[in-house]
């Protein structure tokens, strides 16, 4: 597919440009120049880039300042990831890169140069939810749903390595099999924010899941 | 962000000649620490160059009965490592008590070593920090200290290590393996490598700006039980206020390290001595000469009591 060449403009941006004139509102759109067809001529500042997304083949030219989340969201218009405090304290950027979930707005974009990546688009749509979709739909795991994408995509790396017997900090034996128990749970799922306080139901969709695959 | 050119590194020496080159360079690995600082222009290199690349991503036994671990190992494989697990549990214990998973699959053993401190006054442009703007000052001495450091910290600077791994690492000798862009490699025992920040705290530790970490070696098993407790403000998530790596062997002898009390891993291999006798008696040896603030005071008592559980937990565990 071709990569989408005009950026939605969020609701920040919207407010720079009502603030402007109309003749500034073309600098004041951040990735305009990026992505644009006829390619800028590559300065020392901007790098190419392919990037598969969600099975999709991406070509990009970014600003090498450009993170991981903000290519997703500003440049591919992938904007079901979230940037909650884009420190890498809240989890709400989580996305699975080369299989392992990780905080999408503490990478470069350029450091995933020919990589994939899965976001929250790329599990499941609402005809066809991931297993952990409907399980957070049926468990009522969240209130406003912010933090929801990252902690699906955070759940989804978490199974994984329960899978691969990676242990937790509450395991009680470092070289026995990861148990599937709430406080495991609880744990490996520390570094997903939830501030409307669903994490007991986010725990029980997840145990559903988890537990029918473990 | 501060803008930076970009490139990709391919060999170690020639990542260090690369940063060596250009005076604003640094070295990019997992980047969690370091992109996190350059928004908010704490760091601001003008080139990075990136080392993912590089052949350094595994583990591998040494002639000596000991791992070479290569430096862009991720914390999670570190952790989850079989021979890491079984015969060097408090690494794997202390990997796992740092930082979310998300973290752990980025993060790697190198920039681990080097992660800077949390203090809220490095991290807080507005306010004086000699870690951050040499002479400028130091924010935290008559701050809120809660944090900082109690013992081995200046007039300059009474910053912590955040390192849990790196507390690990002290307790088991290992030795960090470097690369120059002339291609001379060295070896720097971790008692070296993290500096006490003196009237210098911007400089952490004794590598050379263009010295690349390939790996670090562990020394063969030691044996013992391993034990790595955390005290934090939550149960998950968050820096130690107190951490003790402990390796402790049946007849009651062993190492000891604390993490969260100074500006590198603290131990005193003659403290350990004391072992036997217990935890008042090591800290008393270890803590010795401790310049604790009014707010971080509580850190000599919780140092006693955590090292006092971990020694529990390794006879009941023995």
Not at chain 2, 24 to 53: S, Y
């Amino acid at each position: 597919m071709e990569s989408p060449t005009t950026p939605l403009i969020s609701r920040r941006d919207a407010l720079i440009v009502g603030a402007a004139t109309a003749a500034a509102v073309s600098s004041a759109v951040p990735g305009t120049a990026a992505a644009q067809p006829a390619p800028l001529a590559t300065t020392g500042t901007q790098m190419k880039l392919s990037l598969t997304v969600n099975g999709q083949a991406h070509a990009l030219l970014l600003d090498t300042r450009t993170t991981l989340l903000d290519a997703l969201r500003e440049h591919l218009n992938l904007t079901g990831t979230k940037k909650g405090c884009d420190h890498g304290q809240c989890g709400a950027c989580t996305v699975i890169a080369d299989g392992r979930r990780i905080n999408s707005c503490l990478t470069l974009a350029v450091m995933h140069d020919g990589g994939q990546v899965t976001t929250i688009e790329g599990l499941g749509t609402p005809q066809q939810m991931h297993p952990l979709q409907a399980a957070f739909v049926k468990h009522d795991g969240y209130q406003c749903g912010y933090c929801t994408p990252g902690q699906i995509c955070s759940a989804v790396g978490v199974i994984d390595e329960v899978q691969r017997g990676i242990p937790s900090h509450v395991s009680a034996d470092l070289n026995a099999r990861p148990l599937l128990s709430a406080d495991e749970l609880r744990e490996r799922m520390s570094g997903n924010i939830c501030r409307c306080g669903a994490y007991t139901n986010i725990v029980d969709a997840i145990t559903e899941v988890a537990g029918g695959r473990a | 962000m501060k803008p930076f050119t970009y490139e990709r590194a391919p060999s170690p020496a020639q990542a260090a000649a690369a940063v060596a080159r250009q005076p604003g360079a640094k070295f990019i690995a997992g980047g969690t620490n370091l992109l996190d600082l350059m928004k908010l222009q704490i760091e601001a290199p003008t080139h990075l160059v990136d080392v993912n690349g590089l052949a350094l991503d595994t583990i591998e036994p040494t002639a000596d009965g000991g791992l070479r671990i290569g430096a862009l190992v991720r914390n999670t494989d570190l952790a989850a490592d079989a021979r890491v697990r079984r015969d060097y549990g408090v690494l794997s214990r202390a990997l796992l008590a740092g930082a979310s998973g998300q973290l752990r699959n980025k993060a790697t053993t190198a920039g681990n070593l080097l992660q800077r401190t949390r203090c809220p006054y490095f991290y807080d442009t507005d306010q004086p920090c000699n870690k951050r703007q040499p002479g400028s000052g130091c924010s935290a001495i008559g701050g809120i200290t809660r944090q900082h450091a109690v013992i081995g910290s200046s007039t300059a600077c009474i910053a912590t290590n955040p390192s849990d791994m790196a507390v690990a690492m002290r307790v088991l000798d290992a030795s960090v393996e470097t690369v120059r862009p002339d291609g001379q490699a060295r070896v720097i025992p971790i008692a070296d490598f993290h500096r006490l920040p003196g009237d210098t705290p911007h400089i952490e530790t004794v590598l050379q700006r263009d010295e690349l970490i390939t790996g670090v070696t562990l020394p063969r098993p030691v044996g013992g039980t391993h034990v790595y407790r955390k005290v934090r403000d939550r149960a998950s998530y968050a820096f130690a206020l107190v951490s003790v790596a402990a390796i402790v062997q049946r007849d009651g002898s062993g190492r000891v390290a604390l993490g969260g009390v100074a500006h590198k891993p603290w131990r005193v291999e003659a403290a350990e001595a004391a072992l036997p006798q217990g935890a008042r008696a090591v800290t008393a040896q270890l803590l010795a000469g401790a310049q604790p603030t009014h707010d971080n005071a509580f850190k000599l008592p919780l140092a006693e009591r955590a090292l006092g559980a971990a020694l529990l937990q390794a006879r009941s565990a023995a």
